[in-house]
T-cell receptor
Framework: GDSVTQMEGPVTLSEEAFLTINCTYTATGYPSLFWYVQYPGEGLQLLLKATKADDKGSNKGFEATYRKETTSFHLEKGSVQVSDSAVYFCALSDRNTGNQFYFGTGTSLTVIP | GAGVSQSPRYKVAKRGQDVALRCDPISGHVSLFWYQQALGQGPEFLTYFQNEAQLDKSGLPSDRFFAERPEGSVSTLKIQRTQQEDSAVYLC??????????????FGEGSRLTVL
């Protein structure tokens, strides 16, 4: 079945450091891929998405490229800020499974000044 | 309101009690999802509605769990005879699009259920 595997946390970085959170997926069809973020005390919100191979999603300085050959959708940011501290979830939606969303277990990021 | 609203935000129940969790999706959103999120885990799918039709309930963990959306808007997740393993955050999400087109999910803040 469809699934998402993402890098386990927690991750602690200093401000302005480079961030990578790995995400790989398994899907029967051609899924859309998403990164959701959950800031402390808030609900999940969409950070970025990509709907087909080689698409790059980007938002707030974060980027992720849909790599079909490696079934990956790694999240990157060149220079993190304290305000980026949150839990990040990789997710996929597959038309073959009724567009049900599958989420990874989440990666907690803490950025220290 | 502008976003997905869930109530109650926090619920403490004694084992064996019935609970009802409410979700008000964004107005006009066709799709509505319920997820269960255990501590330190990602959201796990429970059930999905398109308008008033419950198209997928494969994620409901037992027949103690029941969800409805009778008028295609507000949805209620009911858990009968709660058990300690039901303790989790229950998330509701809505989407403007139908099952044929993947769209962004808008999440509520969740209802945290603690079963003693």
């Amino acid at each position: 079945g469809d699934s998402v595997t993402q890098m386990e946390g927690p991750v602690t970085l200093s401000e302005e450091a480079f961030l990578t959170i790995n995400c790989t997926y398994t899907a029967t069809g051609y899924p859309s891929l998403f990164w959701y973020v959950q800031y402390p005390g808030e609900g999940l919100q969409l950070l970025l998405k990509a709907t087909k191979a080689d698409d790059k999603g980007s938002n707030k300085g974060f980027e992720a490229t849909y790599r079909k050959e490696t079934t990956s959708f790694h999240l990157e940011k060149g220079s993190v800020q304290v305000s980026d501290s949150a839990v990040y979830f990789c997710a996929l939606s597959d038309r073959n499974t009724g567009n049900q969303f599958y989420f990874g277990t989440g990666t907690s990021l803490t950025v220290i000044p | 309101g502008a976003g997905v609203s869930q109530s109650p935000r926090y619920k403490v129940a004694k084992r064996g009690q019935d609970v009802a969790l409410r979700c008000d999706p964004i107005s006009g959103h066709v799709s509505l999802f319920w997820y269960q999120q255990a501590l330190g885990q990602g959201p796990e799918f429970l059930t999905y509605f398109q308008n008033e039709a419950q198209l997928d309930k494969s994620g409901l963990p037992s027949d103690r769990f029941f969800a409805e959306r009778p008028e295609g808007s507000v949805s209620t997740l009911k858990i009968q005879r709660t058990q300690q393993e039901d303790s989790a955050v229950y998330l509701c999400a809505s989407s403007q699009t139908s099952v044929r087109s993947p769209g962004e999910l808008f999440f509520g803040e969740g209802s945290r259920l603690t079963v003693l």
